[in-house]
């Protein structure tokens, strides 16, 4: 048997709930598997149909990370465990054990300054397990530079589910909202700085002079949401813009299915840092391509000038010049067309292999 240990886990949504779901579903056609997990509104439902066994713990933050330790370790007194794999190093902090232990790491949770408090204490934590999973080279390397024993680190890229059929709806309504509009760039993501939305922006005011009916969807919640949409105003881009929250998955994928361009070109901001962007993967199993950000694990996902372009996002000319080089002639469709081919290699039934070469 192994243990999940996780504070990010369905039916609350978001990457790393994604992430960890598509890892324990995939595990559990493998191994015996029990998950200790945060409570979430609404999980009786969602619990009833699996097929793994997954205890909730509740209860304000602090006390609910003792409380969660504490039912491990007894767990552990009591059954017949052959690992533990979390999915923060947070989850492990309060576990003794000498079980076998498997950390993932994505990126900016690691990123702090060497030899501060916090790097020395994740560091210890990393340090003292059988291996830390990194998303991608660029947390890999991160993590090395920050002072993790470089034996006790590889890289297994996140897994994604096959597409669904899309919902023939869905896709009425978003052809009937975006008519005679494109080209169509999109992006789904939180609205935070790291994403760059802002120069995404930027860059669009220049475009709309080349590309009259070009917009831009933009799907996700967050703390920049008021600025962007006060940007968008400011840069008079009313018309070539919209947004979307809380929207259905079915007409979420409605949408990218119905774009040319995925565009997250994302930047370091403070510690924050995009470790590898599952989106991008999930993009291109609808036929797009990306245009990411050099800063960050994107080069992982995107295959510069193959499945998409790598750009500087600090830089507003680089921004403009590849979604321009992407429209142009329409070589977006030729990118998309190697994307869609490329993405069955994130597939879980593959990715799970690099987890089976470890834990065997």
């Not at 991008?280 to 193959?306: F, M, R, T």
Request: hydrophobic share 35%; aromatic share 8%.
């Amino acid at each position: 048997m192994y243990l999940i240990v996780t504070r990010s886990f369905p039916p609350e949504l978001g990457g790393m709930q994604s992430l960890m779901w598509g890892l324990t579903k995939e595990m559990s056609k493998n191994f015996m598997i029990k998950v200790f997990a945060d409570y979430q509104e609404n999980h009786k439902e969602f619990d009833k149909e699996i097929n793994f066994s997954i205890e909730r713990v509740g209860g304000i933050k602090f006390l609910r990370k003792i409380r969660k330790a504490q039912l491990i370790n007894e767990f552990l007194k009591q059954n017949k465990v052959q690992g533990i794999i979390a999915d923060h190093w947070k989850s492990l902090e309060l576990i003794k054990t000498d079980k076998k232990k498997y950390c993932l790491i994505h990126g900016k949770e690691i990123n702090h300054p060497k030899n501060s408090f916090q790097n020395k204490k994740i560091i210890k934590i990393l340090n003292g397990v059988e291996k830390v999973i990194a998303n991608s080279e660029f947390t890999k390397n991160l993590a090395i530079n920050n002072g993790l024993n470089t034996e006790k680190v590889i890289v297994i890229n996140p897994g994604v589910d096959p597409v669904k059929e899309l919902n023939k709806k869905s896709l009425s309504k978003v052809e009937s909202l975006l008519k005679v509009k494109t080209p169509r760039l999109i992006t789904v993501s939180r609205f935070d700085k790291r994403k760059n939305h802002e120069k995404v922006l930027m860059a669009l005011r220049n475009l709309k002079q080349i590309y009259p009916n070009i917009i831009y969807i933009c799907i996700g919640y967050g703390d920049e949401e008021q600025n962007l949409k006060e940007l968008v105003k400011e840069l008079e881009l009313t018309t070539q813009v919209m947004f979307f929250k809380e929207i259905s998955e079915d007409l979420k994928n409605a949408l990218v299915a119905s774009s040319n361009i995925f565009v997250m070109p994302s930047i370091i901001h403070k510690t924050s840092v995009e470790g590898f962007g599952i989106a991008y993967v999930e993009a291109a199993q609808y036929g797009l391509p990306s245009l990411g950000g050099k800063d960050g694990g994107a080069s992982d996902a995107i295959e510069h000038n193959k499945t998409g372009l790598i750009c500087d996002g600090n830089n507003l000319d680089d921004i403009y010049s590849s979604l321009n080089s992407m429209i142009e002639n329409k070589k977006y469709l030729e990118l998309g067309k190697n994307a869609k081919e490329l993405s069955t290699k994130f597939n879980w039934s593959k990715a799970i292999d690099g987890y089976k070469k470890i834990l065997n």
